[in-house]
């Protein structure tokens, strides 16, 4: 992988967008090495992924613009097309994924953010739908998640001024979740730098998921996402059969056991998922 890190700690796998001197921008080999990258984690281990950018400057500043320069209908389509599916293959992966935004996340790179279960993000984080002034629509997703997640008034103000925004307002809108500074002493040295108080916060958080049962943890994930496709009344259906299926699990025994006989500490055992 020339473009791609993944590390795993423990339950949780960190993969980091590494291509630093453009700024992280997505090119097609980004996407292919994202998606294998995808394909190789270890469900059976890992419970929670974090995804980041190199450096303290950009977590991704939207797709290559050189490579889109100069591609023709049909390639823009298919150019759409494969980082539309990488997006999705994140947002529908079977486990929690944070998406830890360091600095820009400007076109593809706010797509790619919203495709995550949750956004953290640095206090010098930006972010924003750029294309219109590129002579483009937002393609990988944008026009769809931006108005799902924050509203589709404020997605399609965004998205027709070409406006960026700052953490506070993306924090403000319902875009992140959390926004996290650098930490500073009494004499205004910063002694623990903004993107190493990010990372801190996005391993904490995933800690935080991995430590759950893994089975519940998932069910989750499918019945939130799935869930929002439908009406209610569908919605509902999906909840209980995801309901259900967590019964009869060695999770679901021995959460409700450690309960009833007031022992935490066996409920953060973490065992490998094949085995729960
Ligand atoms: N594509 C390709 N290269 C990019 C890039 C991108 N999206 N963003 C930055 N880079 C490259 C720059 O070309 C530059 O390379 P060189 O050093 O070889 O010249 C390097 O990264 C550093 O960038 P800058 O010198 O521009 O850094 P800056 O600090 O002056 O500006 C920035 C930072 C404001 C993020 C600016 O780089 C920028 O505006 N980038 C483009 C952002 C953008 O428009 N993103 C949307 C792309 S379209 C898209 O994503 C479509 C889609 O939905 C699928």
Known sequence: MDYILYEVNGAVGTITINREK???????QV???LNATLDAVDLDTVRCLILTGAGEKSFVAGADIGEMSTLSKAEGEAFGKKGNDVFRKLETFPIPVIAAVNGFALGGGCEISMSCDIRICSDNAVFGQPEVG??????FGGTQRLARLVSPGMAKQLIYTARNIKAAEAYR???????V???VNEAGEVVVSAKDALMAAANKMAAGIAMQAPIAVRNCKKAINEGLQVDMDQAIVIEEKLFGD???TEDQRAGMANFLEKDKEKKLKVVPFKNC
Request: proline share 3%.
């Open 22 to 28: 453009a700024l992280n921008a997505l090119n097609s």
């Open 134 to 139: 590129l002579g483009i629509t937002p393609g």
């Open 31 to 33: 996407l292919d090495e």
């Open 181 to 183: 500074s650098a930490e």
């Open 173 to 179: 809108i319902g875009l992140v979740n959390q926004v």
């Open 246 to 248: 967590c019964f009869e």
